[in-house]
């Protein structure tokens, strides 16, 4: 692999529970980065994993009546187990118990801020919540509880150490402002930027074993604490890479890598963008790149949360649209600036327009007029007329598009320029009339026979192109569409990458009807 590096990262979630659809849609939006970046020949690394060590998870294993380690064990195979079912690529899955490696690592870089003069102990008290393992402060709060869990808070009052985050306010800020650390979308760096140069205060990055419940990495040289999870928990991204010997991939991926990616839910910004930042900085090492922040999918106005007991199991959803139809379904919907309702109606409505009407037909079509009117191969075409130009001008300006969507973290601008292609392919079809063409060629009109032989390579190379385009986003739509059209392989995103003589397979639905509702509402 030469191309330029590029590693991506999901926030690694809680085991206290399975896996909902939240989860499910931020490792497709990782999965279609990776993808995406590896399809332009990028040295691409992806990881994901699970947070093992929160309160939480103890505090459900406790509901349980059953061992911690039991319950992470458990919950982790259950998210590690998504890959088949959402057809993800991640080359990595870390763990953050029981992993020497994150071990070594998060207590290396530990050290590294406690040398810098960074870590310092005192005693505090705030209002907690364990859900979100996080302090927070009286005006932050809803009547007494969580923003986002509408639970009570706690009271804690602790003797910890804290990281010296006010000594970095100035550096955070001016990393954002440029955009040495990109914050994505824009509303979510003003956002944190506000919060930055508002002053930062100091956080606590330790816990009492008795309020852990012993479970946890120790403090480095004072096993009276245990660390608090979210500084354990950032250090996944380069522990993953053996920041711990400073091994070759964490120089390749993460020291020497332009690109630095952190995908992560709008709740977690604040850790991703400022606690993780400075914690770096104060060891020494570089920051992330990059932090996508995407807005929530709600059920009845509420965030889809384990603990408020609305989440929609993914599988479900699999079951009934396929892994290529939840991923499409997922990212078209995805909200840009606010929250949006998850709904069965809506998915299904999603499906059927777009990938069994749009795609599905059109690819029916181009093979099945293949097969009735050149015997199932492709023939050489002629010269274009205007309507071939439209489809390979659109074509041609495809992978700039893309290029920009993605960039701004815009995965639904980005399919919504694929299916530009798509609906012009098909208004295609209607201008062209294959149908008519084979009527007057029988008649022994050659005009007809030339015209059809262009119509029949235009449809069937524009079906090849959008299968490529969309191999990030329906890595299994590709290789249906591909076998189709009787490749081993979908190509380049050049036009005439199908080869003429090529005899095409049968044709298949690709996205049959739905014949059940869809699990949700």
């Not at 120790?218 to 250090?235: E, I, S, T």
């Not at 909200?335 to 059927?352: F, I, K, Q, S, V």
């Not at 329906?474 to 050049?494: C, D, H, M, V």
Request: a neutral charge; aromatic letters at 10%; one cysteine or more.
């Amino acid at each position: 692999m030469t191309g330029r590096k590029y590693y991506v990262t999901t926030a690694i979630p809680y085991v206290n529970a399975k896996p909902h659809v939240g989860h499910a849609l931020l490792l497709i939006l990782a999965d279609v980065l990776a993808r995406y970046h590896r399809q332009r020949g990028d040295d691409t690394w992806s990881l994901t994993g699970t947070d093992d060590n929160s309160l939480s998870n103890v505090l459900a294993a406790e509901a349980e009546g059953i061992p911690i380690q039991e319950l992470v064990n458990r919950n982790a195979g259950l998210f590690q187990a998504l890959r088949e079912p959402l057809a993800l690529s991640f080359d990595d899955f870390i763990r953050t118990s029981g992993n020497p490696k994150h071990t070594a690592g998060a207590q290396k870089l530990w050290r590294a801020c406690r040398r810098n003069d960074d870590v310092y102990r005192r005693y505090y008290e705030g209002q907690y919540c364990v859900r979100c393992e996080r302090f927070y402060s009286d005006d932050e709060l809803d009547d007494g509880r969580c923003p986002i869990h509408h639970r009570p808070t706690e009271l804690v009052r602790e003797d910890n150490y804290f990281f010296r985050l006010s000594r970095y306010t100035a550096q955070l800020a001016d990393l954002i402002a440029t955009d040495r650390l990109r914050v994505l979308p824009e509303t979510r760096k003003h956002e944190v930027l506000r919060f930055v140069q508002s002053g930062l205060e100091d956080f606590s990055i330790s816990r009492s074993p008795a309020r852990a419940r012993g479970w946890g990495i120790p403090v480095p040289d004072d096993p009276g604490q245990v660390m608090y999870v979210w500084f354990d928990a950032l250090c996944n991204y380069i522990t993953a890479l053996d920041y711990a010997a400073n091994g070759e991939r964490y120089r390749r991926y993460w020291r020497d890598s332009p690109a630095r990616v952190h995908i992560i839910g709008k709740d977690l910004l604040r850790f991703h963008a400022v606690y993780w930042p400075a914690m770096l900085l104060s060891a020494g090492e570089p920051p992330p790149t990059l932090v996508c922040a995407h807005e929530f999918f709600t059920v009845n106005g509420e965030k889809i949360s384990k603990s408020l007991g609305n989440a929609v199991d993914p599988i479900a959803l699999v079951a009934q649209l396929g892994a290529d139809g939840l991923r499409y379904c997922l990212l078209r919907e995805l909200p840009r600036t606010e929250d949006t309702d998850l709904t069965a109606a809506r998915l299904a409505a999603r499906y059927h327009s777009d990938l069994a009407n749009d795609l599905g037909n059109l690819v029916n079509r181009a093979v099945s007029m293949l097969a009735r009117y050149r015997g199932g191969v492709v023939p050489s075409p002629g010269s274009p007329s205007a309507n071939e130009e439209v489809l390979q001008s659109l074509a041609a300006g495809l992978p700039a598009r893309i290029a920009a969507m993605l960039d701004a973290f815009d995965f639904r601008a980005a399919l919504s320029s694929i299916w530009e292609l798509v609906t012009q392919s098909n208004r295609y079809v209607e201008q062209t009339a294959p149908w008519l063409l084979a009527r007057r060629e029988r008649e022994g009109d050659n005009v007809a026979q030339d015209r059809l032989d262009t119509a029949l390579y235009t449809i069937a190379e524009s079906v090849r192109l959008i299968a490529y385009f969309i191999e990030p986003f329906l890595p299994s739509t590709t290789s249906k569409i591909a076998s189709q059209l009787g490749l081993s392989a979908i190509g380049t995103a050049g036009w005439g990458g199908l080869p003429a003589a090529t005899r095409v397979g049968a044709a298949q639905p690709i996205f049959p009807r739905l014949e059940a509702a869809v699990p949700g509402d």
